[in-house]
């Protein structure tokens, strides 16, 4: 108790310490925002009992008077309890919370806010402590109320009070949060050099060890993207190179994700050494892409300038023999929908439909995109007879197509199973 009572003669004979008031023309008045949506959201439920109380607006005012912050103006009834103060405003009422002016009573205004299960009550509760309470008293009592903690941390990175968030990270020795708080500071900077050299500060923060390398990969992405787009912006001023005549960029690679960064990569620097820091290949030796996120970018990099050699290649493996054969870590299902998407001849797709190893789905594929030689195959080695008379008729009269349906079915060579 003797804690207590010195912090509340501390707070009241302190000049640093003010009484919260509606009327207070600080800054930090805009962040009631949340507590006024509490009230001003919540049905205005009196009941017979309350309509001899005047009302107040958030300014303190009672509504319809035109006094401005006078005692006379504030609730007439002065002997409100904590929970009586709390459901008030649960049912939005708007109450001056000034009269909690001790310690003990401003906790167990919060313990019943807590109680109340209302997280803006709470809020509006933790806003009130927030200014009439120094800091180390608040944090010290909310370290062992966790509900009211949690929505004060909330409401700190919600207002961006990274200042005081952080306070409380360090009071709490939370020094991983408190390295992901510094963090995110970066996103404050606009100037590329400064970001990366605070991202370059960083590294030597307490993160965990997943967060630590992807800070690393962070840095090392921003540091190559300032290099790449420096290189590229000169040759593109320069005109001399081919891809950017033809294709001229459309925004700078500065500052984005690396899976952008790699379909940048793949789009305009593809057949570069693996030496060089936009080669697509060194980039995924870089930052361990997996092989499935380098194939999906690399097709849909390549099938947007229609190389259709080049994704021919992204896809032929050759083993220790010598032998060559196509191989897709995303399924070639996938293949041939981005390439439709991309309008690949058909003979390009016939060439990926025919790879889907499901014999449905190829079917359906080759159907809806018009493969007629994979529709044929497929149901000639299938030896389903009936499909395939069935097909005839959806192919042009006379065409090729036509000509090879009727050479298997009078291929007398053929078992057929129906």
Aim: net charge neutral.
């Amino acid at each position: 108790m003797s804690r207590a009572r010195a912090d509340e003669e501390e707070y009241w004979h302190s000049s640093k310490f003010r009484a919260f008031t509606f009327d207070d023309e600080d800054d930090e008045l805009s962040q009631l925002k949340e507590s006024k949506r509490a009230v001003n959201s919540l049905r205005d439920i009196v009941d017979d009992d309350d309509d001899d109380l005047e009302k107040v607006s958030w300014s303190g005012e009672p509504v319809g008077s035109k006094c401005r912050g006078t005692p006379s103006c504030l609730w007439r009834h002065s002997d409100w309890s904590p929970k009586d103060t709390v459901r008030r405003m649960q049912r939005g009422k708007v109450c001056s919370l000034e009269r909690f002016r001790s310690l003990q009573d401003k906790l167990v205004l919060l313990d019943e806010a807590v109680a109340g299960n209302d997280g803006n009550v709470i809020t509006a509760v933790l806003i009130f402590l927030k200014r009439t309470l120094r800091k180390e008293i608040l944090f010290r009592e909310l370290e062992v109320r966790q509900v009211a903690l949690c929505h004060l941390i909330h409401f700190l990175k919600e207002t961006g009070e990274q200042k005081l968030l952080l306070d409380l990270f360090r009071f709490l020795d939370r020094t991983e949060e408190v390295a992901l708080s510094q963090y995110r500071e970066h996103l404050n900077i606009q100037d590329v050099e400064k970001r990366k050299e605070f991202l370059k500060g960083c590294i030597g923060l307490p993160f965990s060890a997943e967060d630590a390398s992807h800070i690393q990969d962070h840095y090392t992405l921003l540091e190559r993207q300032i290099i790449i787009e420096a290189s590229d912006r000169q040759l593109e001023r320069a005109g001399q190179s081919d891809i950017f005549r033809k294709y001229p960029r459309k925004a700078s690679i500065l500052n984005m994700p690396l899976v952008t960064t790699l379909f940048y990569s793949c789009f305009y620097h593809y057949t570069e050494a693996e030496g060089t820091f936009s080669s697509p290949t060194n980039l995924k030796k870089t930052f361990k892409i997996p092989d499935k996120q380098y194939v999906l970018t690399a097709l849909a990099a390549r099938a947007k300038l229609r190389a259709w050699n080049d994704i021919d290649a992204l896809f032929t493996t050759k083993n220790w023999l010598g032998y060559t054969k196509k191989k897709a870590p995303i399924g070639f299902h996938r293949v041939v929908e981005i390439l439709q998407r991309n309008s690949a001849p058909v003979q390009v797709l016939q060439e990926y439909v025919c790879l889907v190893e499901d014999v449905e789905t190829r079917l359906n594929l080759a159907t809806k995109y018009k493969c007629h030689d994979v529709v044929i195959d497929t149901y000639r080695d299938l030896k389903d007879r009936i499909q395939l008379a069935a097909y005839r008729c959806k192919v042009e009269r006379g065409s090729a197509e036509e000509e090879k349906i009727d050479s298997i079915l009078n291929n007398m060579q053929i078992r057929w199973k129906n």
